[in-house]
């Protein structure tokens, strides 16, 4: 029977999931909340913002809609995913108690502690004098990271003392992060390069999609602030079957087992954003969905019906046969750059026009992110980041000079971009 399905978000991680779910033959019709100014080509866009639980819930049931993907961490956190089953709509996406594995990075640690999973060691404080004390306990540089969702501002690196005190007394005594920062943890830093597993689990039985990584900063050679992601790669060279095989082993099956023992399963994605340390990869943090960019770069190597994988994730009754990713040979890469608007991750303008999507190369997709259509139906800028590139190759040399040039095709004012997304550094 085809299947009604409504995407929530309004970025390129929710575009590349449309793209993915219209080629599935059980598809009958797509919808998305918010969407953007690329969304509208594959899906009837519906004026919703993802935070509105109400407004989501009333159009799943207003349209008849057989699933609902959610895309954002915030929806998940306020609890979409129960609203709708409480309404007998299916939704892909975990429960709030399951998705506290992101939200409560301390529950996390405790979590990941009694399954003996290997992550950096912490503490969690909710002071300024014991988060003081606990410094002792640890070496420098190291971590201080808000327990709950803070924006991409809720890690940081300290040096020394005096660096951490005032990062403490920022997030636990002026409330900077507001509730995000009420309990931080002091934790070890860990240095090695850094990767994400994506997994999609039922709560039960997991399959594991194409390892990636992500380009954070905004400038080269990893340099500027950070961001929401410049770019992303896959599959990640010397990252062989073998290895993927231990990380499930080590980290994922006893992660989705303790999460099933604690009570609060995981039925959606559980990303697992790993560094690879001499000691072997290790967590440095969990999210609860789909990560962007790295879902635009992974989703082009599946070769499986997502819309299949990801009701049978919604229903409990995964059949990981269902998910067909590249070889032990890696049969194909994936290269994604995102195009910024100027300014970005500060103040930057809206409303700018795009040249040049008609000029991309067929063989190149984008994904759009910060864009919307103006009153004569031409798409602008309307967020930080704008667009992602993505080329597919061979090889990753070959898909990046792919997502370059389409890269090439577009221009707007102000824009920005990384150039080394795809080399070894990146």
């Known amino acids: 029977m085809a299947m009604r399905v409504l995407v929530v978000g309004g970025g390129a991680r929710e575009h590349a999931l449309l793209w993915k779910l219209s080629a599935s033959p059980r598809i009958g019709a797509l919808f998305c909340a918010p969407g953007n100014g690329g969304t509208d080509s594959l899906a009837t866009n519906l004026p919703i913002a993802a935070s509105d639980l ?3 819930v009333a159009a799943a049931k207003r ?19 129960d609203r709708l089953w409480d309404e007998g709509i299916r939704a892909f996406g975990p429960s709030a108690a399951a998705a506290r594995i ?9 979590l990941l502690r009694g399954a003996g999973v290997p992550t950096a060691r912490s503490v969690a404080v909710t002071d300024l004098g014991s988060g003081m004390a606990a410094l002792t306990d640890f070496s420098w540089p190291l971590v201080l990271k808000a327990d709950g969702l ?9 040096q020394d003392r005096e660096a951490a005190q005032t990062v403490l007394t920022a997030m ?11 309990t931080v943890l002091v934790e070890e830093f860990l240095e090695g390069p850094e990767v994400s597993v994506l997994a999609l689990c039922d709560g039960e039985r997991f399959v594991t999609l194409l390892p990636a990584r992500d380009a954070k900063r905004a400038g ?10 410049m770019g992303a790669f896959a599959p990640i060279p010397g990252l062989d079957a073998a290895w993927l095989a231990g990380v499930e082993r080590t980290i994922l099956a006893p992660t989705v087992a303790a999460m099933a023992a604690a009570g609060c399963p995981m039925r959606g994605v559980l990303y697992a954003g790993l560094i690879l340390t001499d000691r072997g990869p290790m967590v440095l943090e969990y999210n609860a969905r ?9 989703l082009p190597s599946l070769e499986g019906d997502l819309l299949t994988l990801l009701a049978e994730v919604a229903s409990g009754d995964l059949d990981p046969g269902d998910a067909v990713m590249p070889g032990g040979s890696i049969d194909e890469a994936a290269v994604g750059v995102v195009l910024a608007s100027g300014g970005y991750p500060g103040p930057f303008r809206s409303g700018l026009p795009i040249e040049g999507l008609d000029r991309v190369p067929e063989d190149v997709l984008v994904f759009h992110a910060g864009t919307r259509r103006d009153g004569a139906g031409r798409v602008v800028t309307a ?11 061979a090889t990753l040399d070959e898909a990046r000079a792919r997502a370059y040039a389409g890269a090439d095709a577009i221009s707007f004012p102000g824009m920005h971009r990384r150039s080394d997304i795809g080399l070894p550094r990146a």
């Open 54 to 56: 109400d407004g989501i």
């Open 63 to 81: 349209e008849r809609v057989d699933l609902v993907v959610i895309g954002p961490e915030e929806p998940l956190a306020r609890g979409l995913a």
């Open 102 to 110: 992101e939200t409560s990075k301390s529950w996390a640690k405790d």
């Open 150 to 158: 803070a924006g991409g501002k809720g890690v940081v690196i300290v």
């Open 172 to 182: 636990l005594e002026d409330g900077v992060l507001g509730g995000a920062g009420e």
């Open 220 to 229: 080269d050679g990893d340099t500027g602030p950070n961001t929401g992601g």
């Open 290 to 298: 789909f990560g962007d960019p790295e879902t635009q770069v992974i």
């Open 383 to 393: 967020g930080g980041r704008v667009l992602t590139v993505v080329g597919r190759g």
